[in-house]
Every structure is written in structure tokens, then in C-alpha cells.
């Protein structure tokens, strides 16, 4: 645990903190509750880019894809699939744009769109709950395939997928990075291979494919309560965007020099994942129909038994362990990336509740242990339950940070910088953490019939919508006196000569370790500059710095130092 010394007098200022191994070597803490500095921003733009993506090789969308079109046939499916894409690909480039910016992750960023310190709190829970969720998808899913082609029975295949995870995340993007590049290449060929072998052998298929029905009472005709049902389990993937900037806030600083492969780095690994992601559940469409004859539309969307028909097509002799090869590579490439993110989530979560910090690799257990509870509860078998009330909530969350970003920040209702340190941040915001809570509350409640069959249907839209107009609303009603606490009084400029986020390192005076400029915040408890982490897990000084004589009062939006800190150009 992190070890805490300090002075019994309650007007002293603390004495030192140390933290133990696991949180202090940057290739295991990855610098999870923290500004990620330019010192540890090593890797290309491609590289980032493609450990991003590398995340993204879960077979969930398969068994998504396969279970909406098994449920609400071909053309609901198809309608279904493309709107939630269309919403999650527009949703994800202002996020993407900002956390790549101030080298956040979006636990940060949620803090500082409309949140507050606090209030990002309940959205650290939403967002681990995604990492669990989809970890025990797709730990389930490799579970199937080492049930089929290794008769290794499921509660046993359960605790193996969660185990062979492990070592792969403790040691976070130093070594992700290798292990997303190097199998990128063959999963990507694997993953095709049985679509080109269909069009060549059986290209009457696709066109049959248009008339698959599955359980559908509309049959493969277009259906709006499928549709919006469809839509609904598909948009529970809306989350997924914060997967995607836990890598991305790694990104170099963007510079004429770099600009268009930086620009192309975070469109194609942020909101560009649900191309992929879209086309994949299209695909597991196609293999459910595919299969239906041979297994049934009850298993036509377990990704090993599309795979193992996919590849029987021209590798009949090894189809079997050429897709159980094939699910087990996926499942390693997206359970790292959810049990990374979850460790990152639940850091941000527990740091703020407890004031203590035993290090990231601490919560990669505990996030693998809640996905494995629910994969021996056989989460698997409520997949479109499950994933249709998460999206309410999910969905509410990326809609109000979305909304400080792309209409509050440009009409100047909030701050146009991302402030994320608890020293200068309100505890609550009601403006992003209200809009939240008002969303998901009418959404869910649609979506347990409140409203009728059309609003149940199209619950995760109502609380997208919700958000949008809630966030702009409540900015207006508090005039954005919630977003800023108090000023910047640090003497070191937030730029570097280069017009870039200063790389100055100061000593922390807590931890007396050098930090760069951008997580660092002056402290009148301690008297001197403190980390942010330091800030977080004091819990002697009462928030003395904006609730003492040093309160400076109400903060304005367009406060001069902290608007030159804006960081990279747009």
C-alpha cells in the first residue's frame, strides 16, 4: 500500500509520501491517474495507432452482430448496425481529439468536461463496468472455443482465459505495444479468410443472406422497434471509445512536422474502430445466417462455430484448430486492452474514495476477478439483455461529455482547456455529472417500458438526446461557475518555448519526485508545487486551497494563464 508519514498537527504541512515499487516504475503504473508527459510519449503516431487498434480484434462484435440479426432479421439488423455506428463514430472524435491533445485519459477528461473532481467518480464505475462487462464476453467466447477444440469444460476455460491475461497487462503499454503490432498482421488475414473463401465458392450466399429472418416477427423486412432494439445493444460499444484513448493519450505532441500522421493516428484508432467494428458485427450477420442450418439459431452466434464453418470452407481438415487458434489470438489482444483499461478506471475510482494508492497492477486483479464471477455466471446467455440497459448508461455518459466539448466549449459556456487536477477543480459540476444523471434516469426508465414499446426501443437515442440539450442547458442556468475552483498560481508558464505543453519538470514536494509542468499545481497545505496524484490522495487538507483564505472566488472561463495552456494547436 502507499505509505503516508505526516505531522499530527492539523495546521502542519504534511511530511513525505512514498509510494511502494509497483506504483513508482512507470512501466507498470503507465502513469494511470496522471498527465501522461512528453518524457514517457515515446512511440510513433503508428505505433500508438496501432496498439489502439490491436485492441479492437474482439469477436464480441461477431456475437452481437450474429444476435440482432438472429433476433430482428436481415434489414433491421443492417439499419441497426449502421445508426449506432454512424452515433459512435461522431461521438468519438471529440473525445479522441482531446485526450490525444492533453495526453488524458478519459477518466481525466470526464473530470474536466462538466463533471467535476467527484462527479467523474460514478463514470469511473460505468466505464470499469464496460472493461468487466466485455472482458467476460469475450472471456466466454474463448471459453467456447477451448470447449469445442480443446474439450476443456467451461468453468475450467473461465479461469484459464482469465489467468493467461495476467502477465500481458501488468507491465501496460510497454508491453502491449509489441504484442498488438506483432499479431496484428495475422489477425487480420485469419479474420478474412473465411469471407473470401464464401465469395469464391458460394457467392450466392450474400445474396440469400439479404433474406435471413432468424426470429424475427417482421421476418428479414425492415422493422422500427428491431431496429431500434438493435441499435440499442449495438450502441453498448459506445464505451469503447474510452479503450481506444487509454492508448491514445500516448500520442506525440501534434507539430507541422507530424501533423497529418497525427491527424490520421487519432481518426483512425479513435472513432475509426467502429468501421471495423461495424463491419465485423455486419459479418457475424453473415455467419449467423451462414450457420443457422447446421447448428441452430440458438448457437449461430458463438464467433468458434462461425469460424470453425468459416475456415472449413477451404481448410477442412484443420478447421477446428485453425479457429480455436484464431478465437484465442482475439481474445488475448481485446482482454488485454479491457483488463488495462479497468485497471486505469478503477485507479481513478478507488484514489479518490480511500486516498491511497497501491499501484495499477493491484486493480488488474480485481477487474479480472469481477469478469470471471460474471463469466461462471454464464453472462454469456444474457448477452442482449445485459448489453441494452448498459447502453442507457453508457451512452449518457459520452453524451454529456461530448456535448462540453462540441457546443459548450465552442459557445464559450465552459473553459476551452481540459482541467482535470483536483486542486483546481469543484467537486461536483451539475452540468456534465446532472446531465448524466437526468439522461440515464429517463432512458432507463424507457427501457423499462415507462414510455411504450418505441420509446423502450430507442432508449439509448432518448438519453443521447437528453445529454445534448441537458449539457448546454444547465451551463446556461450556472453560467459554468462549476468548471474552474480556482486559478493556476504556479509562476512556470503551462508553455514551452515551442508553443507546446512545457516538458519543465518540478519536484514534488510531497513526494519529491519531478513531474512535468502540466500535472503539477501549487499548494497552499503543502507550500509548494504538488503532483497531481499527491493532490488526490491528501485527505488532511480539507480542500484548503479553494475553500480558505486563498479562495479566489468564482473562476472566469476565459482566465488568461490557463487559456495560453490550451496545448498542441488545433
Same mark, same amino acid.
Given at each position: 500500500?502507499?505509505?503516508?508519514?505526516?505531522?499530527?498537527?492539523?495546521?502542519?504541512?504534511?511530511?513525505?509520501?512514498?509510494?511502494?515499487?509497483?506504483?513508482?516504475?512507470?512501466?507498470?503504473?503507465?502513469?494511470?491517474?496522471?498527465?501522461?508527459?512528453?518524457?514517457?510519449?515515446?512511440?510513433?503516431?503508428?505505433?500508438?495507432?496501432?496498439?489502439?487498434?490491436?485492441?479492437?480484434?474482439?469477436?464480441?462484435? !461477431? +456475437?452481437?452482430?450474429?444476435?440482432? $440479426?438472429?433476433?430482428?432479421?436481415?434489414? #433491421? /439488423? @443492417?439499419?441497426?448496425?449502421?445508426?449506432? %455506428?454512424?452515433?459512435?463514430?461522431?461521438?468519438?472524435?471529440?473525445?479522441?481529439?482531446?485526450?490525444?491533445?492533453?495526453?488524458?485519459?478519459?477518466?481525466?477528461?470526464?473530470?474536466?468536461?462538466?463533471?467535476?473532481?467527484?462527479?467523474?467518480?460514478?463514470?469511473?464505475?460505468?466505464?470499469?463496468?464496460?472493461?468487466?462487462?466485455?472482458?467476460?464476453?469475450?472471456?466466454?467466447?474463448?471459453?467456447?472455443?477451448?470447449?469445442?477444440?480443446?474439450?476443456?469444460?467451461?468453468?475450467?476455460?473461465?479461469?484459464?482465459?482469465?489467468?493467461?491475461?495476467?502477465?500481458?497487462?501488468?507491465?501496460?503499454?510497454?508491453?502491449?505495444?509489441?504484442?498488438?503490432?506483432?499479431?496484428?498482421?495475422?489477425?487480420?488475414?485469419?479474420?478474412?479468410?473465411?469471407?473470401?473463401?464464401?465469395?469464391?465458392?458460394?457467392?450466392?450466399? !450474400? +445474396?440469400?443472406?439479404?433474406?435471413? $429472418?432468424?426470429?424475427?416477427?417482421?421476418? #428479414? /423486412? @425492415?422493422?422500427?422497434?428491431?431496429?431500434? %432494439?438493435?441499435?440499442?445493444?449495438?450502441?453498448?460499444?459506445?464505451?469503447?471509445?474510452?479503450?481506444?484513448?487509454?492508448?491514445?493519450?500516448?500520442?506525440?505532441?501534434?507539430?507541422?512536422?507530424?501533423?497529418?500522421?497525427?491527424?490520421?493516428?487519432?481518426?483512425?484508432?479513435?472513432?475509426?474502430?467502429?468501421?471495423?467494428?461495424?463491419?465485423?458485427?455486419?459479418?457475424?450477420?453473415?455467419?449467423?445466417?451462414?450457420?443457422?442450418?447446421?447448428?441452430?439459431?440458438?448457437?449461430?452466434?458463438?464467433?468458434?462455430?462461425?469460424?470453425?464453418?468459416?475456415?472449413?470452407?477451404?481448410?477442412?481438415?484443420?478447421?477446428?484448430?485453425?479457429?480455436?487458434?484464431?478465437?484465442?489470438?482475439?481474445?488475448?489482444?481485446?482482454?488485454?486492452?479491457?483488463?488495462?483499461?479497468?485497471?486505469?478506471?478503477?485507479?481513478?475510482? !478507488?484514489?479518490?474514495?480511500?486516498?491511497?494508492?497501491?499501484?495499477?497492477?493491484?486493480?488488474?486483479? @480485481?477487474?479480472?476477478?469481477?469478469?470471471? %464471477?460474471?463469466?461462471?455466471?454464464?453472462?454469456?446467455?444474457?448477452?442482449?439483455?445485459?448489453?441494452?440497459?448498459?447502453?442507457?448508461?453508457?451512452?449518457?455518459?459520452?453524451?454529456?461529455?461530448?456535448?462540453?466539448?462540441?457546443?459548450?466549449?465552442?459557445?464559450?459556456?465552459?473553459?476551452?482547456?481540459?482541467?482535470?487536477?483536483?486542486?483546481?477543480?469543484?467537486?461536483?459540476?451539475?452540468?456534465?455529472?446532472?446531465?448524466?444523471?437526468?439522461?440515464?434516469?429517463?432512458?432507463?426508465?424507457?427501457?423499462?417500458?415507462?414510455?411504450?414499446?418505441?420509446?423502450?426501443?430507442?432508449?439509448?437515442?432518448?438519453?443521447?438526446?437528453?445529454?445534448?440539450?441537458?449539457?448546454?442547458?444547465?451551463?446556461?442556468?450556472?453560467?459554468?461557475?462549476?468548471?474552474?475552483?480556482?486559478?493556476?498560481?504556479?509562476?512556470?508558464?503551462?508553455?514551452?518555448?515551442?508553443?507546446?505543453?512545457?516538458?519543465?519538470?518540478?519536484?514534488?514536494?510531497?513526494?519529491?519526485?519531478?513531474?512535468?509542468?502540466?500535472?503539477?499545481?501549487?499548494?497552499?497545505?503543502?507550500?509548494?508545487?504538488?503532483?497531481?496524484?499527491?493532490?488526490?490522495?491528501?485527505?488532511?487538507?480539507?480542500?484548503?486551497?479553494?475553500?480558505?483564505?486563498?479562495?479566489?472566488?468564482?473562476?472566469?472561463?476565459?482566465?488568461?494563464?490557463?487559456?495560453?495552456?490550451?496545448?498542441?494547436?488545433?
Amino acid at each position: 500500500m502507499t505509505e503516508i508519514v505526516e505531522n499530527q498537527a492539523p495546521s502542519a504541512p504534511p511530511g513525505s509520501r512514498s509510494y511502494n515499487d509497483w506504483a513508482r516504475k512507470d512501466t507498470l503504473e503507465d502513469y494511470s491517474l496522471r498527465y501522461a508527459p512528453k518524457s514517457f510519449r515515446r512511440w510513433t503516431p503508428y505505433v500508438v495507432a496501432t496498439t489502439a487498434l490491436g485492441g479492437i480484434a474482439y469477436l464480441a462484435d !461477431f +456475437a452481437i452482430g450474429g444476435s440482432i $440479426a438472429v433476433a430482428h432479421g436481415f434489414s #433491421s /439488423a @443492417l439499419v441497426a448496425i449502421l445508426a449506432a %455506428a454512424v452515433v459512435v463514430f461522431l461521438t468519438g472524435i471529440p473525445i479522441s481529439y482531446y485526450s490525444a491533445k492533453y495526453s488524458i485519459d478519459m477518466d481525466l477528461l470526464t473530470r474536466g468536461a462538466g463533471f467535476g473532481y467527484l462527479g467523474s467518480t460514478l463514470t469511473s464505475v460505468v466505464y470499469a463496468s464496460f472493461t468487466f462487462i466485455f472482458f467476460a464476453l469475450e472471456g466466454s467466447i474463448m471459453a467456447q472455443a477451448l470447449e469445442l477444440g480443446l474439450h476443456i469444460p467451461l468453468a475450467l476455460g473461465y479461469v484459464i482465459c482469465s489467468l493467461v491475461i495476467l502477465p500481458l497487462v501488468v507491465h501496460g503499454m510497454t508491453a502491449l505495444s509489441r504484442m498488438q503490432v506483432w499479431t496484428q498482421p495475422v489477425w487480420l488475414v485469419l479474420m478474412v479468410a473465411p469471407f473470401v473463401s464464401i465469395a469464391v465458392q458460394e457467392p450466392g450466399k !450474400f +445474396a440469400e443472406f439479404t433474406r435471413f $429472418a432468424g426470429d424475427s416477427p417482421t421476418g #428479414s /423486412a @425492415l422493422g422500427m422497434l428491431g431496429v431500434g %432494439a438493435g441499435a440499442g445493444v449495438a450502441l453498448s460499444l459506445i464505451a469503447q471509445i474510452g479503450e481506444q484513448v487509454d492508448y491514445l493519450r500516448f500520442m506525440p505532441d501534434k507539430t507541422p512536422e507530424n501533423s497529418g500522421r497525427w491527424w490520421a493516428a487519432v481518426l483512425g484508432a479513435g472513432p475509426g474502430w467502429v468501421v471495423l467494428g461495424a463491419l465485423k458485427q455486419i459479418g457475424g450477420a453473415f455467419l449467423a445466417f451462414y450457420i443457422a442450418g447446421s447448428v441452430g439459431l440458438g448457437k449461430a452466434d458463438e464467433p468458434i462455430r462461425q469460424y470453425v464453418h468459416g475456415f472449413g470452407t477451404f481448410a477442412a481438415p484443420v478447421a477446428l484448430g485453425l479457429a480455436t487458434f484464431f478465437v484465442i489470438l482475439s481474445q488475448i489482444k481485446i482482454n488485454s486492452t479491457n483488463a488495462y483499461s479497468g485497471s486505469l478506471s478503477w485507479s481513478n475510482f !478507488f484514489s479518490r474514495l480511500t486516498h491511497r494508492h497501491p499501484g495499477r497492477v493491484v486493480y488488474i486483479f @480485481l477487474n479480472v476477478g469481477v469478469a470471471l %464471477a460474471l463469466m461462471e455466471g454464464g453472462v454469456f446467455g444474457l448477452l442482449n439483455t445485459v448489453l441494452g440497459f448498459y447502453s442507457n448508461v453508457a451512452i449518457a455518459w459520452i453524451g454529456a461529455v461530448v456535448a462540453d466539448l462540441v457546443i459548450n466549449k465552442p459557445l464559450r459556456l465552459s473553459p476551452s482547456y481540459i482541467e482535470f487536477k483536483r486542486a483546481h477543480l469543484y467537486h461536483f459540476n451539475p452540468v456534465g455529472f446532472g446531465s448524466m444523471l437526468i439522461a440515464s434516469a429517463v432512458s432507463i426508465a424507457a427501457y423499462f417500458d415507462a414510455f411504450g414499446a418505441y420509446a423502450k426501443a430507442f432508449s439509448p437515442f432518448i438519453a443521447l438526446f437528453l445529454a445534448l440539450v441537458l449539457s448546454p442547458l444547465l451551463a446556461v442556468l450556472t453560467k459554468g461557475r462549476y468548471y474552474i475552483a480556482r486559478a493556476d498560481d504556479l509562476p512556470e508558464p503551462l508553455l514551452g518555448a515551442d508553443g507546446l505543453p512545457s516538458a519543465a519538470v518540478l519536484t514534488c514536494t510531497v513526494c519529491a519526485t519531478g513531474f512535468e509542468r502540466p500535472d503539477m499545481a501549487g499548494c497552499p497545505f503543502h507550500r509548494g508545487a504538488v503532483c497531481s496524484l499527491c493532490c488526490s490522495l491528501e485527505k488532511n487538507c480539507h480542500d484548503r486551497c479553494k475553500t480558505g483564505t486563498g479562495t479566489p472566488g468564482p473562476v472566469p472561463l476565459d482566465m488568461p494563464v490557463l487559456r495560453a495552456g490550451d496545448g498542441p494547436a488545433a
